[in-house]
T-cell receptor
Framework: DQQVKQNSPSLSVQEGRISILNCDYTNSMFDYFLWYKKYPAEGPTFLISISSIKDKNEDGRFTVFLNKSAKHLSLHIVPSQPGDSAVYFCAASKGGADGLTFGKGTHLIIQP | NAGVMQNPRHLVRRRGQEARLRCSPMKGHSHVYWYRQLPEEGLKFMVYLQKENIIDESGMPKERFSAEFPKEGPSILRIQQVVRGDSAAYFC????????????FGPGTRLTVT
């Protein structure tokens, strides 16, 4: 039962263009969403998050959009840079200090 | 290094042996989480602990796995009588507390069972 889904295992984007990574969830109890970036043989690094009471959060080149009615969120990276090549995980929390529920990840490849 | 620390980074065990994974949270963080990542999968929550207390172990296998976070020292994830299916990357994360959703991860321990 996959409560957080990332349906694109990989995504290839040209350097300088916009990267859009998508995430869908099924559990209405989730009220906080996070994006993590992971390089091989390293732990996930926190990127950006959004509360369910908001529909957008921006931090530098990264913006997360939340469509609560569609149970969908997306991460936009603009402009994309070579160092952005990594696996990106979407994660969700039911609140407080609960364990996170992760998607399977999307491997983003930035091409020169 | 003020980040989450895990050791060892790599651990090889034969079937039937015990594996002990250690995690020291970030300074100022009192909440510790353990996750497991199987190949080509996302991270799966295992257990959430505070000092001397297990808060949520709903993701822990019922047998052979245990976790603790003593008053002094690191959190320990213990796997008894390891089997090949236990081979995975085990990540520890920490957070400040109840009102903080962001969790910060360590580099992981890669367990290989031969």
């Amino acid at each position: 039962d996959q409560q957080v889904k990332q349906n694109s295992p990989s995504l290839s984007v040209q350097e300088g263009r916009i990267s859009i990574l998508n995430c869908d969830y099924t559990n209405s109890m989730f009220d906080y969403f996070l994006w993590y970036k992971k390089y091989p043989a390293e732990g996930p690094t926190f990127l950006i998050s959004i509360s369910s009471i908001k529909d957008k959060n921006e931090d530098g080149r990264f913006t997360v959009f939340l469509n609560k009615s569609a149970k969908h969120l997306s991460l936009h990276i603009v402009p994309s840079q070579p160092g952005d090549s990594a696996v990106y995980f979407c994660a969700a929390s039911k609140g407080g200090a609960d364990g996170l529920t992760f998607g399977k990840g999307t491997h983003l490849i930035i091409q020169p | 290094n003020a980040g989450v620390m895990q050791n060892p980074r790599h651990l090889v065990r034969r079937r039937g042996q015990e594996a002990r994974l250690r995690c020291s949270p970030m300074k100022g963080h009192s909440h510790v989480y353990w996750y497991r990542q199987l190949p080509e999968e996302g991270l799966k929550f295992m257990v959430y602990l505070q000092k001397e207390n297990i808060i949520d172990e709903s993701g822990m296998p019922k047998e052979r796995f245990s976790a603790e976070f003593p008053k002094e020292g690191p959190s320990i994830l213990r796997i008894q009588q390891v089997v090949r299916g236990d081979s995975a990357a085990y990540f520890c994360a920490s957070s400040r507390g109840v009102s903080s959703y962001e969790q910060y991860f360590g580099p992981g321990t890669r367990l290989t069972v031969t």
